[in-house]
Structure formats: structure tokens, C-alpha cells
């Protein structure tokens, strides 16, 4: 990520805004690549708090929670990290960039979010579209297993709620309530 161009960007937009126009309006391009710079950052808010949303799929998996706190909870965390983007961007824009700010990105970072946005967001949105609790639960269990079988999203974070059954040299097969994964070690 091109902190600087990103700060370049924010600045711009800020000027076409108070000219009552609109990045997008004046440039497409460079609308684009502000908003990937966004989710850049997105995404790297999602995981820095990727614990809480592991612990309420852990909750829920464990039937300590229903499928409406869990859709309730979810939300209220999403919204939070939204909340955090904005106000991460706002500083950015006030100050600029300092240098406890860490903008980068992975596969890690990326496939976290990609859990989040692919997965459990629509999940809830089935849920308020009237998905009864048992086929929620199914959904997602479903969807996890999925996910995590195509493309290992969690990795070594989800590891701590797993329980490990099995190990030797080439593989670990690990049971997550009735879940049933391969994870290959390198």
C-alpha cells in the first residue's frame, strides 16, 4: 500500500467535497484506487478483532448463544469496525500518517475478510429474511467447513477453538465440532 498516494487521495477528495464535487465525479480512476486503498484497511480491521468474531461462531457452533444473538452480536461488531475505519480514516486525513500505523496486507488478512464478507455477513442477512434456527446452524456450519476446506482462511488463529485429534508428520486432521478439516503443514 502506497501510504503516501493514499494521504494524496484522502486530501483530494476532501477538496472536491468542500467544492461540492465528487472524486468519483473528476476522476474515476483515482476513486478506485482510494476505495481499494480502503479496504485495504478494512480488511485489516476485520482481523485485528478476528478473535471476537471467531469466539461468537465458536459461541454459537457451542449452542451457548442462538442464532439471534449471534446475528445481533455479529452486527454490532461489523458495525464497530466500520465505526474504527472511519474514524482511522478521518485521523489519516487530520494528521497524516504516523509511524505506529501498519497499512499492509496478506492472504491471511485477506481471506479473513473474505470469511466475513462472503460467508457470515449473507448469513445474517438470511437469518432477518425469516432462515429458521436449524437451518442457520446447518448454513453455517456448512459454510465454514467450506471455506475453510477451499482455502484454510483461518489458518493458525482458528487453531485455539480446534480441537486436535490426530497428528504425524504430513498432515493434522483436526475435528471442530463435527467439522471435519485436512490442514496440510508446510
Known amino acids: 500500500m502506497n501510504q503516501t498516494r493514499f494521504l494524496e487521495l484522502l486530501r483530494k477528495e476532501e477538496v472536491l467535497e468542500s467544492e461540492n464535487k465528487s472524486l468519483y ?3 474515476k480512476s483515482e476513486y478506485s484506487e482510494l476505495t481499494s486503498y480502503r479496504i485495504v484497511l478494512q480488511e485489516q480491521i476485520y482481523y485485528e478483532n478476528r ?12 449452542e451457548e448463544i442462538n442464532c439471534y444473538e449471534f446475528q445481533s ?12 475505519l472511519d474514524k482511522l480514516i ?10 505506529e500505523m501498519n497499512f499492509h496486507t496478506d492472504s491471511k488478512i485477506e481471506n479473513f475478510s473474505s470469511l ?13 429474511d425469516g432462515l ?5 446452524y446447518h448454513k ?3 459454510r465454514l467447513n467450506l471455506t475453510i476446506k477451499q482455502t484454510l482462511i483461518i489458518g493458525n488463529s482458528i487453531i485455539p477453538i480446534l480441537t486436535i485429534k490426530k497428528k504425524n508428520k504430513k498432515k493434522k486432521t483436526v475435528v471442530w465440532r463435527k467439522i471435519k478439516v485436512v490442514m496440510i503443514t508446510y
Do not use: H
Not at 51 to 61: A, M, N, S, T
Not at 73 to 84: G, K, S
Not at 132 to 136: I, N
Open 116 to 128: 466475513l464478507d462472503d460467508q457470515l455477513v449473507p448469513l445474517c442477512d438470511f437469518l432477518a
Open 90 to 99: 478521518d485521523k489519516v486525513s487530520q494528521y497524516g500518517i504516523d509511524s
Open 51 to 62: 478473535f471476537q468474531y471467531i469466539d461468537l461462531v465458536k459461541k454459537c457452533l457451542d
Open 132 to 136: 429458521t434456527e436449524e437451518s442457520f
Open 25 to 27: 465525479e473528476v476522476e
Open 73 to 84: 452480536d455479529f452486527v454490532e461488531i461489523y458495525q464497530n469496525d466500520i465505526t474504527a
Open 140 to 142: 453455517l456450519k456448512f
